[in-house]
């Protein structure tokens, strides 16, 4: 009686932590999340459709090539390796020797933050093993000074991921010039980053034409905001402030609290919805049409979305604000995210490979929903994204979307303020040049 007793109190204290674990994790994944797509990294990903791949069908791709090998410690308990365009998990723990059943103990602890599902190439994974038995104790990923991940054992068959953020400072710095040229190549030469300069050009997306309403002589400023830890900076950066001016007045985006772009009377710089349910380019394998041949059935059955051809595992995005109202896997449409976003608007997301949110939660425009796939009845990995109006399936790639919401009354006196110093940073005289 007191063994049972005992044993159910031992498990109910299990199950009490576990859920402690998962809060947490959840928590500090939603946390990245935000800042991931806030602070838009500069380095390109690489996705490791091999690990995906691994962890959908329990088997494992391993590359021929062997990752290279940085330094390992003299006694060779730490091994350290630092990711390379086109390595993937399999191919990390192949080269330091660690079987893939210790790598999928490790992808177990990783289902909640899913930090291994992206590897970038730079950031590197630090094996330390045990001394004795040579098993792995702790693996740490280094994004960047301020971001870590380390996965430590704590039993014989599991592990547990403690996630390290160093907020560090963030200095601001101002980026100007005159337009020669392009836009696109201007900005470049004021010192701003291929990557900012395509995200300065979507967010005035709707409002400005680059090619066609900027011309020689129009200017440009814009506040950049740098991480430093311990001094140096991390490489993570973003856009706090823009002024463009062209045809004779400037175009405004500044960054407020809640983490998008308004001009400078706090109305929203972008569209209520994404038009696209992920980052990058795919190319459209199927469009939206209400008399298609189905591929597989060979009957007239209505296309009621947009078919993007890409590979699993590439991250599938909230093209809006809204409620999470399906989570489902159905034998046709595969696994699946409804997304309800107001009275109005509903968005589907089928054929996923995983989904990382649930029932009845909130997601914001842009947030990280699942990872595309191939299940249900699918030709090839392909992401099937709808929109629906008053409950009608229409073309997402070619129906109005409204513009997001403005800045709430209550807060547009304090926006207002921020973006005074703001253009008084903007407006400081810039030094003059050496020999100009
Ligand atoms: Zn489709």
Redesign the pocket.
């Known amino acids: 009686m007191n063994a049972i007793w005992k044993s159910t109190s031992a498990q109910l204290k299990k199950r009490r932590r576990n859920r402690c674990l998962l809060l947490l994790a959840l928590v500090t994944f939603s946390f990245c999340t935000g800042l991931y797509f806030l602070w838009k990294p500069t380095s390109p990903e690489v996705s490791s459709p091999a690990v995906t791949a691994a962890v959908d069908n329990t088997t494992t791709t391993i590359s021929s090539r062997p990752a290279e090998k940085i330094k390992d410690n003299v006694d060779d308990t730490v091994r350290v390796r630092t990711i390379q365009s086109g390595d993937n998990l399999s191919i990390l723990f192949d080269s330091v020797k660690i079987g893939q059943t210790t790598m999928f103990q490790i992808l177990d602890a990783d289902e909640s933050l899913l930090a291994l599902d992206i590897l970038r190439p730079g950031n590197t994974l630090t094996f330390t093993v045990d001394e004795e038995n040579g098993k792995l104790q702790t693996l740490e990923l280094f994004i960047h000074p301020g971001h870590r991940v380390i996965y430590r054992r704590v039993a014989e068959d599991s592990f547990e991921y403690e996630e390290v953020i160093r907020e560090g400072q963030w200095t601001e710095q101002l980026l100007s010039g005159e337009i020669e040229g392009s836009f696109y190549l201007s900005a470049l030469s004021a010192g701003l980053t291929e990557q900012e300069t395509g995200n300065i050009t979507e967010l005035f997306d709707s409002h400005l034409n680059f090619a066609r309403d900027i011309h020689a002589g129009d200017h440009f400023q814009v506040i950049r905001k740098q991480q430093l830890i311990d001094g140096s900076l991390t490489g993570q950066s973003y856009i706090k402030g823009v002024r463009i001016f062209a045809r004779k007045h400037y175009y405004n985006a500044f960054l407020f609290e809640d983490g998008n772009y308004y001009d400078e009377q706090g109305e929203s710089l972008a569209s209520a919805f994404r038009r696209y349910p992920y980052k990058g380019k795919y190319r459209v394998s199927?469009s939206f049409n209400p008399r298609r041949l189905h591929p597989v059935t060979g009957r007239i059955s209505p296309?009621k979305?947009?078919?993007f051809a890409m590979p699993t595992g590439t991250l599938v995005l909230a093209t809006g604000d809204g409620e999470i109202t399906r989570v489902k896997n159905h034998p046709f449409a595969g696994k699946y995210v409804e997304i309800r976003h107001d009275g109005r608007y509903i968005s589907r997301y089928?054929?996923l490979s995983r989904i990382k949110v649930k029932r009845g939660q909130r997601v914001k425009r842009g947030e990280f929903i699942a990872l595309s796939g191939n299940t249900g009845r699918s030709t090839g990995p392909?992401l099937?994204y709808e929109l629906h109006i008053n409950g009608r399936a229409v073309n997402p790639l070619t129906a109005k979307i409204p513009m997001a919401a403005a800045i709430p009354k209550n807060k547009l006196a304090s926006f207002k303020s921020q973006i005074t110093t703001d253009i008084a940073f903007m407006e400081q005289p810039r030094p003059s040049l050496p020999g100009s």
């Open positions: 199927s296309h979305g947009v078919d089928l054929h392909h099937h």
